[in-house]
């Protein structure tokens, strides 16, 4: 297992002002602050290709891409140079009636590679900036084209769409809404597309029609506009594949249904690809991936592969329009939105991608990855393995034959309490988490290749036959750490 040692250890005393520091000062994201009162703060301080060391010097596998973003792996010195360049010929100007050359030239690059007429960008700095972005814009539309009343947002149940109010109100998790209520108004759930536990009756006589239950769950959709009042809803909000609650493909035609319906009801079909764009299924879009035309794009995290906060969204041609003419603008913008530097970074990513074919490669390699995480299905505690590209999620149940999920005191325990911090020790950096039924998701970098996919289901078919030696134990016996790491409510 990855146990290796950096040759340039870092010192001890450094270490231990950082952890003190980092107690006292820094506010982790989504962290229950108390684990780390009397236990370390996992500390990362460096990474190559695929690997992140630790500020002790222990190796990882990186197997979430920091979160889902670093794409083209670490230590890409080329990214870096580009940054630098960059910040060295023009650092910041905005593109607020202005605008600069990286900005222009990334804006025609992300027109080419988007599917379709989504041939104008709107650059932010994130993707819940992307999400909000691209609510704004729908209701904007709208109004511009005589049908003020369209305003509600459609999402699915268990889906994170961001943070900010906005995108929070279109996020599906009530447990990272609740403190924040009331939030904006007018945005609906549908049900998610779970086949693993597709309601009875969903899919067909015996439950095995994907098709059949991609059309029901899209129906859902349907449906929801219709008890709403098509004149009230703007937009639905998507993922390709739905990230949180484990990474559920959509059935086949699901996406073909749902654009039928956008379309009958006049409704803006937005792919939210934060995670699903720049190559993490195999495609520069998730759409691409499953053949079907949004109305807008949001995209963030990979474009940049992480080496500079960026995102976007990408919008049709007939959304545009309006905005096109007379004295019609849309009245929003964000001060680092379109940033030279970090349009230096993804054109030069986007680049990377081109010259090292990382869509074609995650393709070709995206079903030994699944081979690999499939054959831990001979353990009792898995129940399904899925997703597609390199993006999956393992599902893990107490009854295989029940598919009986654990309750919420064996998860906390499985998760928190053992799970996370286990994998952690063992060289992995993944995501343990249950804010659906509890999963372990894997998004490594996209250049990760066989080699890596078996060090990764070693690791965990070592911790997930030690895990099921602890279901049933609700002791939390060793719950600090790990408390902290998993995750829970991330995006
Ligand atoms: N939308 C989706 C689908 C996401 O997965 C995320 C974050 O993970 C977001 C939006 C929010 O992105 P950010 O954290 O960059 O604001």
Redesign the pocket.
Known sequence: MSHDHDPVDSHKLDNDKLEKAARDHLWMHFTRLSAYANSPVPMIARGEGPYLWDTNGKRYIDGLAG??VVQAGHGRHELADAAAKQAGELAYFPIWSYAHPKAVELADRLADLAPGDLNRVFFT???????ESAWKLARSYFKRVGKPGKVKAISRHI??????MG?LSI?GLPGIKADFEPLVPSTLRVPNTNFYRAPAGTAGPDGTDEEAFGRWAADRIAEAIEFEGPETVACV?L?PV???GGCFPPPPGYFQRVREICDEYDVLLVS?????AFGRLGEYFGSQRYGYQPDII?C??GMTSGYI?A?AMIVSDRLAEPFLRDTNWFAHGITFGGHPVAAAVAMANLDIFEREDLTGHVRKNSPVFRSHLEKLLDLPIVGDVRGDGYFFGIELVKDKATKETFNDDESESLLRGFLSKALFDAGLYCRADDRGDPVVQLAPPLICDESIFIEIEQILRDVLTEAWTHVGDTSDRDRSPAAAQTHRD??
Do not use: R
């Open positions: 979160l889902f700095t994130g993707g819940s900036e992307a999400v889906a994170y769409h961001g943070t900010s995108a996020t909000f993922e739905q990230n949180s939210d690809e934060v995670i699903c949001t963030a995290k906060p995102g991330l995006g």
